[in-house]
């Protein structure tokens, strides 16, 4: 069985979809495991909400259905067939074909929604009720409120965007104009937008047809997509964060400074062995005397040696004296 977090999750992703159960309009959201299904419902007045792991199905199934025994896999998969199409919204017209539609009646109280279900399986009446009760104020928060304010955020800077973009339009239209360009045909001309006056009178307008209509429990394809869309984000974000920080991993170590120089090696070895090498080089084959090579871990040329200090030169300029040469 899927844990009760990532339920939670996969639950928040899912939209509310509208749906009609004994006849009452409903705003839905349910999701279905192997053997395990959370579903929410609501009125725009409460929510409801229900959740049954295996155990509960089997004890459920056997008590409403004296006369089949069978596993509770069995006893599941019979009820997301008929009950899953008209819970997500999709009717009674998506059931398979040997399958018949199943009748939906509705119970309710000021504690307790019952939805009831009636179909056949395998020639035998077959029932089951979804018996939810009053969701927290945390449930109806993180389902409702959290995704629904953030829809509006994205729709209130998609217009701020899209008022942008028509001011830009503005802008090239008229210098369009200015450099002698005219409209082939008249009905295309368009009054220059002003945000403004453009808000007040939209609000004007539209604001009793959307007031008249709040009361419907209407979540179009649209506004079904951009929910989905902004709780998908939200749910990947906290999961990345989770991660990122599970349980029982240790925190980060800073990271530390490089260490200094042991005592044994002096500053500046590595460079004066290259150094050395390379003028080692460039004196020829044929040493002098006094250039015995040494070995560069004892090594011990500053930094700041002057070229002129060096071993390798001293025996070319003894070379060079001389009366005959």
Request: aromatic share 6%.
């Amino acid at each position: 069985m899927v844990s009760v977090g990532v339920s939670e999750d996969l639950l928040r992703e899912q939209s509310w979809v509208p749906v009609c159960l004994g006849g009452v309009q409903l705003l839905a959201k349910s999701w279905f495991a192997d053997t395990a299904y959370r579903l929410l419902l609501s009125d725009l007045q409460c929510v409801w909400e229900e959740e049954m792991d295996a155990a509960a199905i089997q004890d459920r199934a056997q008590d409403l259905n004296k006369r089949l025994r069978a596993p509770v896999s069995a006893f599941f998969s019979h009820l997301c067939t008929v009950a899953c199409p008209r819970l997500t919204g999709g009717g009674g017209g998506e059931l398979e074909e040997n399958v018949d539609p199943a009748e939906f009646s509705l119970l309710r109280s000021h504690d307790c929604l019952d939805v009831r279900l009636k179909s056949e399986l395998a020639g035998v009446p077959f029932y089951w009720e979804f018996r939810c009760t009053p969701a927290a104020v945390t449930v109806v928060c993180r389902h409702f409120v959290q995704p629904l304010l953030a829809v509006s955020r994205v729709l209130q800077r998609q217009v701020g965007e899209l008022g942008a973009l028509l001011s830009r339009k503005d802008a090239e239209i008229q210098d369009y104009k200015e450099n002698g360009a005219e409209l082939s045909r008249a009905r295309l001309k368009t009054e220059v937008f002003e945000e403004q006056s453009y808000r007040e009178g939209f609000i004007a307008q539209a604001l009793p047809q959307v007031c008249a209509a709040q009361d419907e429990l209407a979540f179009d394809t649209e506004l079904q997509e951009l929910y989905t869309a902004v709780t998908a984000h939200r749910s990947g974000r906290k999961r990345k964060s989770s991660d990122s920080r599970a349980p029982g991993d240790p925190l980060p170590k800073r990271q530390s400074p490089p260490e200094a120089p042991s005592r044994s090696t002096v500053p500046g070895a590595e460079l004066g062995s290259a150094v050395g090498q390379a003028e080692s080089r460039s004196a020829g084959s044929e040493p002098g005397p006094g250039s015995a090579e040494v070995p560069q871990h004892d090594q011990t040329a500053p930094l700041n040696q002057a070229p002129s200090d060096r071993p390798v030169s001293r025996p070319r300029k003894k070379k060079a004296l001389g009366l005959f040469r």
